[in-house]
């Protein structure tokens, strides 16, 4: 896949999106949109108890009332449902429940109303079993069990526990330091917050199924249902046209889904199963939450010799996701050892959110790390400049690494060496601060497939597999098509999402579309201008070898002024059809990452303990920027998530009943356009020779420093470290009062 | 809501609505007698769907609609389920994420917490309505230039609020433009982009 780094007629220039006009004129059919004849709406009920055997279950009522058409629950709709769970066998409906929230019974009915009606028909009789919703108190040998192997989240494969990563030598890095520093840091559960509430809709054609799914992954949605449900993917078709956002929590196929689709099989009729805000929120899952305790062994200039990691990691009653943690991958550590536990408790379940393992990990490194410099009495650009990844895992060289330039860019931008002060320093009520941390994320190509078809009258049309979450994954698909096979982006179609249509995708999750179904979108449109100049070289008196298309026109690299248009060539030769499908890598001994560093001034009033970031810098390694709007907008906007992360958002979990206390925007508190700074983007640019017209990952990384930026930044501005998320206006009152 | 009632001659229905709500309101309505009953205990069986649908008359992006809805049907659910007008979204059906912002009579107001009942004889705009034929609304073309799509599920509800700041404040200055969007929540976190947009969209009015 490495290629040479070259001039680009469309890549990287600011393209508006190829969907924008439907998605502001309202015409964007996203899944809640989809009206079928005779369609059905389903409604969940949720357990209210955090831990319990259910005794019985009587919807005798809820079925007489007029409209309900069905309801099932764990006695009539025993489906497995096995990406829900990696520790031991989870069904769409569980008997024992195990948190409040957990789906007890799902009802459809003509009208949703109805259905919602008919939840409070539903007589559920429990038998409470003792419950945990602290993950210490949950390692404890007497604490209720959760999982049958206990509540340290022992699952197979990438689900084992304790998650273990060690290189170097501990004992030798520590003996080398100057100073050693343990501390703790504390994150919380955040939910992913979409915009777009989680909908399904399910429909039987003669023992074919088709679900218009809200998910970020069309291909892994198929393949969980026909597996789950015992079909061949032959007959299993997922359509997702428009997504509106998901952040990691809509990926693959979930419970809901599940249930639209038994709910559409008994009735016989399509079903569209909608969850409120609060099934949202307490459903399906948001951010595992962390305790990280660390130990850093630092020489007397803040150069780290060696980092041991010993975290709790909350997965809420069924194990999702990884429950990793991996804010140290932006840092040259030479000696280092992380021991992470995810645990069960009986709670919301964690997974993944936009850079599952990095944000609140960040936050407790690099927090560190800056209390450690001022411990030590070194500035912190200085530390992290010092400390910044120049090796993977202590050995492994980057595809391509431009973290220092992205750390020189940035802090010039922000004046750094000017508006850096002791910590607490100014004086009156009123406190200026200003922070910095590194992030990122994992880069890596692999498995991807495109058709792309050119149409009699010389327009295009790309099928790719991609969903589009938010990210621009369709333009970016039809820009690299455009690119690569040299037709204007304005004659080129795209038909995405859509598994009897349009080939396998990876799904947007981990930043991948792009690293993925790029190359094979490239590799597609190589295929199918092969067999244009085959058909033009005659026309053109010519060898197909001498032959480039741009702009539409065929003409001859040796004699440019002789050509035709695309059009003329392929009038008479039906639907030419390139393909491709592609798994490009790069060697094991490297590794690949985008790289970020970000900066923030903040304004704290020590008063009301209220922050205001009066500037806020983010300078990326992304490597080539494809399209520089929507790169642009998907840095701010991960910034803005992490901002909530850490002045605001956090689900409360009642002490005593293990309720969810703010299970809605209101209460959990989603940064508005009142606290969004002007995020300013600057983007390192450099070709990485691995990825598709040299470009790495955008999606993720920008979320990942921005918690650890402001926490470090209201470090600055008061002297007083907050190790605990989020930092919320009362915390820092407190904190600055003593 | 004060606003709106001004210099409208009162119907049978404002009147209503201004007695009360609830089951008081509702049950009155649909019966056509406004009768003393203390209001009574929730129940699934008797609300809603038992008690029938009434006729409205709503006038939307210039066009007149004649529908039945259920009293308990909110104004985005009518645009959305009964009218096809999906550009309309809900993102929380309780008054707090905005993506069913649409205008009522001059006014963003979010769809989702006003009843279909309400509406009669209110002027409604929404996203569907912006476009003059092929012709986009320049807040439409300032959302395409500056990206201010990024999932596109809050961005009928952005522009629609910023369409109503407009209307209002043909300059506004950013700090206006933050807060006449600020009940409009972007969990993409795009609001540098749409505030951005309606922006620029003032400066070609």
């Known amino acids: ?738 | 809501m004060a606003d709106d009632r001004k210099g409208m001659k009162l119907s049978r229905r404002s009147f209503l609505k201004g007695i009360g709500g609830g089951a008081l309101g509702g049950a009155a309505l649909s019966t056509g007698l406004i009768q003393s009953e203390p209001a009574q205990a929730y129940s699934p069986e008797t609300s809603g769907a038992a008690r029938g649908k009434t006729p409205v008359t709503l006038k939307v992006n210039g066009k007149t609609y004649r529908v039945e809805v259920e009293h308990r049907n909110t104004l985005a659910e009518v645009l959305r389920d009964e009218l096809g007008l999906t550009g309309t979204k809900i993102g929380c059906d309780r008054g707090e994420c905005g993506a069913c912002t649409v205008i009522i009579n001059g006014r963003n107001m979010y769809s989702c917490s006003q009843l279909a009942v309400w509406m009669e004889g209110k002027d409604i705009l929404t996203v569907e309505g912006l476009a003059k034929g092929d012709k986009l609304d320049p807040i439409q073309e300032a959302f395409i230039e500056h990206d201010g799509p990024q999932c596109g599920f809050c961005t009928s509800g952005q522009i629609m609020s910023g369409k109503a700041l407009l209307l209002k404040n043909a300059k506004p200055t950013e700090a206006q433009a933050r807060r006449g969007l600020s009940g409009n929540l972007c969990r993409c976190g795009n609001y540098n982009r749409e505030v951005a947009a309606v922006l620029a969209a003032a400066k070609t009015l």
């Open chain 1, 1 to 738: 896949m490495a290629q040479a780094q070259k001039e680009f007629s469309i890549i990287g220039k600011r393209t508006p999106r190829i969907d924008a006009y439907e998605r502001v004129t309202g015409q964007a059919q996203y899944t809640g949109d989809i009206q079928l004849p005779a369609m059905l709406y389903a409604r969940v009920l949720r357990s209210t108890v955090p831990h319990a055997k259910i005794v019985s279950i009587d919807t005798s009522k809820a079925e007489k009332l007029p409209g309900v058409k069905a309801v099932i629950h764990y006695e009539n709709a025993k489906v497995p449902w096995s990406s829900g769970g990696h520790t031991h066998q989870r069904f769409i409906f569980n008997n024992p429940v195990r948190y409040v929230g957990d789906p007890v019974a799902a009802v459809a009915a003509t009208d949703r109303h109805i259905a919602e009606d008919a939840l409070k028909l539903i007589e559920v009789k429990y038998e409470k079993i003792p419950h945990v919703l602290d993950p210490n108190e949950a390692l404890k040998p007497d604490a209720p069990k959760i999982a049958p192997n206990g509540n340290l989240s022992v699952g197979k494969g990438a689900f084992s526990a304790p998650i273990e990563e060690s290189w170097g030598d501990l004992e030798t890095g520590f003996k080398e330091a100057d100073r050693v520093f343990e501390d703790t840091y504390i994150s919380k559960h955040v939910n992913n917050a979409q915009l777009e509430r989680r909908v399904s809709i399910a429909k039987w054609d003669a023992g074919k199924l088709t679900v218009f799914a809200s998910t970020q992954g069309v291909s892994n949605a198929r393949t969980d249902i026909a597996k789950d449900f015992g079909l061949p993917l032959s007959k299993v078709r997922i359509v997702c046209k428009y997504m509106g956002g998901g952040f990691g929590n809509k990926n693959q196929a979930q419970d809901y889904d599940y249930m639209a689709v038994v709910l559409a099989k008994v009735t016989a009729q399509p079903v569209k199963l909608e969850f409120t805000r609060e099934d949202d929120y307490i459903g399906m899952h948001g951010r595992w939450s962390s305790e990280q305790h660390y130990k850093i062994g630092v020489k007397n200039d803040g150069t780290i010799t060696a980092v041991s990691l010993d975290a709790v990691t909350n997965m809420g009653a069924y194990r999702k996701q990884s429950g990793n943690l991996s804010g140290t991958d932006f840092y040259n550590i030479p000696n280092f050892k992380k021991v992470i536990k995810p645990v069960h408790t009986n709670t919301v379940v964690a997974a993944n959110y936009r850079a599952p393992a990095y944000p609140q990990s960040v936050f407790g490194f690099a927090s560190f790390l800056d209390q450690i410099a001022f411990e030590l009495g070194v500035n912190p650009l200085d530390m992290f400049t010092r400390n910044r990844a120049q090796k993977a895992k202590g050995k492994l060289d980057f595809t391509s690494n431009y973290l220092e330039q992205c750390i020189l860019e940035g802090s010039k931008r922000i004046a750094w060496s000017e508006k850096w002060h002791k910590p607490g320093a100014a004086a009156g009520p009123n406190k200026h601060g200003i922070g910095m941390a590194l992030g990122g994320y994992p880069f890596r190509p692999g498995l991807g497939a495109a058709t792309v078809r050119i149409n009699p009258d010389g327009t295009a049309h790309v099928l790719v597999g991609v969903t589009d979450i938010g990210t621009g994954a369709k333009s970016t698909m039809a820009l690299i098509a455009s690119e690569a096979l040299g037709i204007p982006l304005n004659q080129i179609q795209l038909t995405n999402g859509d598994t009897d249509v349009t080939p396998y995708s990876v799904g947007e999750s981990g930043s991948r579309t792009t690293a993925f179904t790029g190359p094979a979108v490239v590799a597609a449109a190589e295929d199918v201008r092969k067999q244009i100049f085959a058909l033009a070289a005659p026309k053109l008196k010519s060898k197909a070898e001498d032959l480039d298309l741009r702009d539409g026109q065929v003409f001859r690299k040796s004699d440019p002024a002789e050509k035709i248009s695309l059009g003329q060539i392929v009038k008479d030769s039906g639907d030419l059809i390139g393909r491709a499908t592609t798994n490009p890598n790069f060697p094991k001994e490297m590794d690949g990452k985008s790289f970020s560093a970000h900066f923030a001034e903040v304004e704290v009033d020590t008063w009301t303990g209220h922050v205001r970031i009066t500037r806020y810098v983010a300078a990326h390694d992304s490597g080539t920027i494809l399209n520089r709007l929507a790169a642009e907008s998907q840095i701010k906007g991960g910034v803005v998530q992490g901002i909530g992360m850490a002045f605001s958002e956090e689900l409360l979990i009642d002490r005593v009943t293990g309720i969810p206390i703010n299970p809605n925007y209101r209460d959990a508190k989603v940064p508005t356009h009142l606290e969004a700074p002007e995020v300013e983007v600057i983007f390192v640019e450099h070709f990485d020779p691995y990825g598709v017209f040299g470009g790495k990952v955008v999606g993720e990384p920008p979320i990942t420093a921005a918690v650890a930026t402001i926490a470090n930044a209201i470090f600055n501005a008061t002297g007083k470290r907050f190790k605990e998320l989020p930092i919320t206006p009362d915390k820092i009152v407190r904190a600055v009062q003593v």
